[in-house]
């Protein structure tokens, strides 16, 4: 079953525009990790935020989550053509292991 | 270099094989898990590990078997039970409860 859901689907900018990501989740959570995948390849961890945290940053990334709405969004801030990738969140369920539930993703393309 | 490959890059397979998909960790980590991407989708667990000689199934496990004999291990088997192999396959690693490092993946294609 797919916990999360990322929206929009699809998001096309310009360069140097910030780009702005949701994701929605259906039950409780331990943490939400944010995910790029570049076409064709393997996923790189982007951020991971615990259920007690609100926001966090990564250089040109800010991640915030609502534990209450059930909602996390991924802001991407003055955009390069090599953001262009998709991105997909994803929840940490625990229930005795530590496993992954992936959103079906947000590709993203930045334009020079 | 510390990290995940899987191998072979790309498979192409005929009805009614077996195929073993090969992914190697050398970061040390107890979890190991298996994904399948389907076009335009999200990953979706097959089966994982926490540790050696242990493993559960995902959500999509029908037609597919694993092995985790070593730490380092953790193959793939998609057998002829599987109706719709053709995917990309992601094999990931991680600390308990911390991020997962992913591999290249392998491309399947049933011929």
């Known amino acids: 079953s797919q916990q999360g859901e990322e929206d929009p689907q699809a998001l096309s900018i310009q360069e140097g525009e910030n780009a702005t990501m949701n994701c929605s989740y259906k039950?409780?959570?331990?943490?939400l990790q944010w995910y790029r995948q570049n076409s064709g390849r393997g996923l790189v961890h982007l951020i991971l935020?615990?259920?007690?945290?609100r926001e966090k940053h990564s250089g040109r990334l800010r991640v915030t989550l609502d534990t209450s709405k059930k909602s996390s969004s991924l802001l991407i801030t003055a955009s390069r053509a090599a953001d262009t990738a998709s991105y997909f969140c994803?929840?940490?369920?625990?229930?005795?292991?530590?496993?992954?539930?992936f959103g079906k993703g947000t590709m993203l393309l930045v334009s020079p | 270099d510390g990290g995940i490959t899987q191998s072979p890059k790309y498979l192409f397979r005929k009805e009614g094989q077996n195929v073993t998909l090969s992914c190697e960790q050398n970061?040390?980590?107890?979890?190991m898990y298996w994904y399948r991407q389907d076009p335009g989708q999200g990953l979706r667990l097959i089966y994982y590990s926490q540790i050696v000689n242990d493993f559960q199934k995902g959500d999509i496990a029908e037609g597919y078997s694993v092995s985790r004999e070593k730490k380092e291990s953790f193959p793939l088997t998609v057998t002829s039970a599987q109706k719709n192999p053709t995917a990309f396959y992601l094999c990931a690693s991680a600390r308990e409860g911390g991020e997962q490092f992913f591999g290249p993946g392998t491309r399947l294609t049933v011929l």
């Open positions: 039950t409780s959570i331990n943490n």
């Open positions: 994803a929840t940490d369920v625990w229930s005795g292991y530590s496993t992954l539930t």
């Open positions: 935020i615990r259920s007690n945290e």
């Open positions: 970061l040390n980590h107890d979890a």
